[in-house]
């Protein structure tokens, strides 16, 4: 992000704009409902995730942008979300992209409104970092596979759900972790 997208935009407006995790799953999300709420009563987070969590301490906010149809928010954002609730410091919220562009275009992949993407912030307000729209080698992987333009996105996406299966939201509580021991 640039420093003139950071200074032009107001991220404590976008903070009590958003919706809390609860409001955002139960009274914003309509398409992928079923799959949403499963996800979130599958999700947990590990006690390796909250033990350093707490050694990180501080206080920190998630500010997620995302959408109700976005696989890869369904597959990533509910295990954010038990991190917050595991840990008294991080508070998550959730913004739709489609409804706060000028957030999604502070925050673009490679030039695209790609969701989910989680700012990290600091209990200043300033951002630590960000992370998405997906775990970096499964975002390596999506982008080498599209590239070579030898699979069809249907045998990509039954990789990623795969792979999302297979993970558990390990990669991305580590990710966003990560960012916040750096922050």
Same mark, same amino acid.
Request: proline fraction near 4%; glycine fraction near 8%; aromatic fraction near 10%.
């Given at each position: 992000?640039?420093? /003139?997208?950071t200074t032009e935009?107001?991220l +404590?407006?976008? *903070?009590?704009?958003a919706f %809390?995790?609860? #409001?955002y799953?139960?009274?914003e999300?309509?398409?992928?409902?079923?799959? *949403?709420k499963? %996800?979130?009563?599958?999700a947990r987070?590990? @006690?390796w995730?909250? +033990?350093?969590?707490?050694?990180?301490?501080?206080?920190?906010r998630?500010?997620?942008?995302?959408? #109700?149809?976005?696989? $890869?928010?369904?597959?990533t954002?509910? *295990?954010?979300?038990r991190?917050?609730e595991?840990?008294p410091?991080? @508070?998550l919220?959730?913004?739709?992209? $489609?409804e706060?562009p @000028?957030?999604?275009?502070?925050?673009?992949t490679?030039?695209?409104?790609?969701?989910?993407? !989680?700012? =990290?912030?600091r209990?200043?307000?300033t951002v !630590?970092?960000? *992370?998405?729209?997906?775990p /970096?080698?499964?975002?390596?992987f =999506?982008?080498? @596979?599209?590239r070579?333009?030898?699979? !069809?996105?249907?045998?990509?996406?039954? #990789?990623?759900r795969?792979w999302?299966a297979?993970?558990?939201?390990?990669?991305?509580?580590?990710?966003?972790?990560?960012?916040?021991?750096g922050?």
């Amino acid at each position: 992000m640039t420093m /003139a997208a950071t200074t032009e935009l107001d991220l +404590q407006a976008c *903070w009590n704009d958003a919706f %809390t995790w609860d #409001d955002y799953l139960n009274r914003e999300v309509v398409k992928h409902a079923a799959m *949403w709420k499963g %996800t979130w009563q599958r999700a947990r987070a590990p @006690e390796w995730a909250v +033990q350093r969590g707490r050694e990180i301490g501080g206080r920190w906010r998630i500010l997620v942008i995302s959408e #109700d149809w976005c696989g $890869d928010a369904f597959n990533t954002i509910p *295990w954010m979300a038990r991190l917050a609730e595991a840990l008294p410091q991080v @508070e998550l919220r959730v913004a739709k992209r $489609d409804e706060n562009p @000028e957030l999604v275009d502070a925050f673009l992949t490679n030039g695209s409104r790609s969701i989910p993407i !989680a700012v =990290v912030l600091r209990d200043d307000g300033t951002v !630590a970092g960000r *992370w998405g729209p997906r775990p /970096a080698e499964l975002q390596e992987f =999506v982008l080498r @596979e599209k590239r070579a333009g030898i699979r !069809a996105a249907d045998d990509i996406y039954r #990789d990623v759900r795969t792979w999302y299966a297979r993970d558990r939201g390990e990669t991305t509580l580590r990710q966003l972790l990560d960012i916040m021991a750096g922050g």
